[in-house]
């Protein structure tokens, strides 16, 4: 018995499972690369969303502790007594210079406050103590 076909029938079967394979794997292949390019995208935007909640939560603190950190050199007794008197001693002196050298150095913000300077035109600086006779400022660089 003759074929009459071009190919035996064993071989279109082959081919014919190799085509239908291919295919298959195809359309495997692009279901499970939009799959996981929707979950890549979706994981991005997760993964964006909490960086910036985490940089938001960041600078609200760091903004609490220099409000806290100015509100303290407006009200600290020893400071505003150092600033606000016209006759100052070495022990004023010293006294008003540790207290903001301390509350400088414990600040969370100690490492991004380039200094810490409570005065008018001349007042106390972190490293530097000298005398102010007039209305102070508190300023963070």
Not at 42 to 71: G, Y
Not at 81 to 102: F, L
Not at 108 to 115: E, G, N, Q, V
Request: charged share 15%; aromatic share 12%; proline share 1%.
């Amino acid at each position: 018995m003759k074929s009459s076909h071009r190919f035996p029938l064993r071989r279109q079967i082959v081919w014919g499972m190799r085509f239908f394979t291919i295919l298959t794997s195809l359309a495997v292949g692009a279901a499970l690369f939009t799959l996981s390019n929707q979950y890549v995208r979706a994981n991005s935007l997760q993964a964006a969303e909490f960086n910036l909640r985490l940089v938001a939560t960041s600078i609200e603190t760091s903004l609490d502790s220099a409000d806290a950190l100015l509100n303290w050199a407006s009200i600290d007794s020893t400071v505003r007594r150092y600033i606000s008197q016209e006759n100052i001693n070495g022990t004023q002196t010293i006294a008003a210079y540790e207290a903001m050298q301390e509350k400088y150095y414990s600040s969370t913000l100690y490492s991004h406050i380039l200094r810490f300077f409570i005065g008018c035109a001349l007042g106390i600086q972190s490293g530097i103590c000298v005398s102010c006779h007039h209305n102070f400022d508190v300023i963070l660089f």
